[in-house]
């Protein structure tokens, strides 16, 4: 059982910046790979990053591409996403997920990830 508490979410105006963070408890952190997505009000949950196991690949969205870095910090047990750059578009909560696949590579799929935390809500004011 992997339990993830997700933080840093809030209200930030368009054009700043948030971090928001992960941190994990339960298991060895860094067995899985780790991903972040957001579900907006009425709209599918979608993928945003994720990241490998080692920390040393990572895929994003088009939507986020250059704007939003994932990482992790593997002595912490915690992984993060740092949001540049923000417009009202990415106003969601978003939720970071933990995949157990020992396979090292992140995904972008919902069904590849394990466990869930609760969300944290992102709100980009215009």
């Known amino acids: 059982q992997v339990q993830l508490v997700e933080s840093g979410g809030g209200v930030v105006q368009a054009g700043g910046s948030l971090r928001l963070s992960c941190a994990a408890s339960?298991?060895?952190?860094?067995?899985?790979?780790m991903g972040w997505f957001r579900q907006a009000p009425g709209k599918e949950r979608d993928f945003v990053a994720s990241i490998s196991r080692s920390g040393g690949t990572t895929y994003y969205a088009d939507s986020v591409k250059g704007r939003f870095t994932i990482s992790r910090d593997n002595a912490k047990n915690t992984v993060f996403l740092q949001m540049n750059s923000l417009t009202p578009e990415d106003t969601a909560v978003y939720f970071c997920?933990?995949?157990?696949?020992?396979?090292?590579?992140?995904?972008?799929?919902?069904?590849?990830?394990?466990?869930w935390g609760q969300g944290t809500q992102v709100t980009v004011s215009s």
């Open positions: 339960g298991d060895t952190f860094s067995r899985y790979a």
């Open positions: 997920a933990a995949d157990l696949r020992p396979i090292g590579r992140p995904s972008m799929y919902i069904n590849d990830y394990d466990y």
